[in-house]
């Protein structure tokens, strides 16, 4: 006799020829340009300017202009994108750094490297971004600049949270890592804080074949002081008006940037596309009865870095699981909060501190939304899904009731026809 299956291994022995769906398929989005980006790269190669070529200052030119800032310093990655900022504001030892939990590690590392200290903060579970009224009852006279993310490709509140940082006297960083081209009203993320932080990591929205960071700004005098910093402090050559970092842009890196510029509002559209599709297909299957789908707030142009539903009731690995075995790609951002890290723990925060952090970090998993993916594969993965739920004979019918949280305001998907 046959042993008994576990719920988990019955579900993956259900799935029956998978048809693989990746995650992310960079062949796709780089195969129509390849004889451009050849180009680009020999024109450097023949060039022998490899670091701060001139088309490093032309990337600077159009990135500035692309997010509606006077000003683009081309960096290393956005982690020290991050670094930079922080030490064109003169955060030291002794200051505070508002931080959400809820985001990648150098948001908060940044901070600590410099010997300030991250206050963590609870996010707006409809959005996944900083909560500004909870930023508000965590400034202290310490509180010297926050760092509000736009995760997954959406702006965060930045209205509320810059009045808030006029009143108070303290510094805005945006990390816009996971956002270029994102918008709240008529600005573009980048041009909404004293500072935005870009990261150009192949898995970003524009991404390069290696890292490279950007920071913009409309202040003159923090654009001078980026400079000098990313260069080890050093100008004129040799003479060190300040302790900087090496952080310099590779020539090659940026001229691959230059060749895809062109091409990101064009992406930016399919994956908006890509994200209505999910929408419509998983409400179809009588899927948003058992995930929570992702929102676009009214107001605000999503560029979906990440597609990212919740799975609740314990259910998010079980899923993961079952689709790997199914060969569709998916990833958790972010399993573990920052305050509940290791190398955080002498900050003294516990669990439960913050809340909807925790939860979205049990249930959060995100799905394919490339540019390039097609109908058919958007499909497989919602049939998939439906599968796991509701098994083979799937029926809207038979779906559970949907979470009652995140219901935030705004919920209406934007018109992505008019992006």
């Not at 960079?26 to 680009?40: K, N, Q, W, Y």
């Not at 202009?65 to 290393?76: P, T």
Request: proline share 5%.
């Amino acid at each position: 006799m046959k042993t008994p299956q576990t719920s988990t291994e019955t579900r993956i022995d259900h799935v029956a020829a998978p048809t693989r769906v990746p995650l992310l398929d960079m062949e796709r989005e780089l195969g129509p340009l390849m004889a451009d980006l050849v180009e680009a790269t020999a024109r450097v190669l023949a060039s022998g300017r490899y670091v701060f070529g001139p088309e490093c200052g032309e990337l600077e030119s159009s990135i500035a202009q692309y997010c509606g800032a006077e000003f683009g310093v081309a960096c290393a990655s956005g982690s020290d994108a991050l670094l930079l900022a922080l030490m064109a504001l003169d955060i030291k030892p002794g200051d505070e750094v508002i931080v959400p939990s809820f985001t990648f590690f150098a948001t908060a590392s940044a901070v600590t490297r410099l010997g300030a200290t991250p206050v963590f903060v609870d996010i707006d579970p409809a959005t996944f971004n900083i909560d500004p009224h909870l930023v508000e009852v965590s400034l202290t006279a310490r509180t010297k600049a926050i760092i509000p993310v736009h995760l997954f490709g959406q702006c965060a509140d930045m209205d509320s949270i810059t009045q808030l940082a006029r009143q108070h006297g303290i510094f805005v960083i945006e990390d816009a890592a996971q956002a270029i081209g994102a918008r709240t009203g008529d600005r573009s993320a980048g041009s909404l804080g004293d500072l935005g932080c870009f990261s150009f990591y192949p898995t970003k929205n524009l991404g390069g074949c290696g890292d490279g960071g950007m920071i913009t700004t409309s202040n003159e005098a923090l654009a001078s002081r980026l400079r000098l910093l990313r260069g080890h402090g050093m100008h004129p050559r040799y003479f060190h008006q300040a302790v900087g970092i090496n952080s310099r842009l590779d020539t090659i890196q940026a001229a691959i940037l230059q060749v895809k510029l062109p091409h990101l509002p064009a992406w930016t559209r399919e994956r908006q596309s890509n994200a209505a599709r999910y929408d419509q297909m998983f409400r179809v299957a009588g899927l948003d009865q058992v995930l929570t789908l992702p929102m676009a707030r009214d107001g605000y142009h999503h560029v979906w870095n990440q597609y990212t539903v919740r799975v609740a009731d314990q259910q998010r690995d079980a899923l993961r699981l079952y689709l790997s075995a199914a060969e569709i790609g998916t990833e958790i951002y972010y399993p573990v909060p920052l305050h509940r890290q290791e190398c955080f723990s002498y900050l003294g925060y516990n669990d439960g501190d913050l809340p909807d952090t925790e939860r979205a970090a049990g249930e959060v998993m995100s799905l394919p939304i490339f540019p390039g993916l097609t109908e058919k594969e958007q499909q497989t993965v919602v049939d998939r899904i439906a599968r796991f739920f509701f098994g083979a004979e799937a029926t809207t019918s038979s779906s559970p009731a949907r979470p009652k949280y995140l219901t935030g305001k705004g919920a209406a998907r934007e018109n992505t026809a008019t992006s």
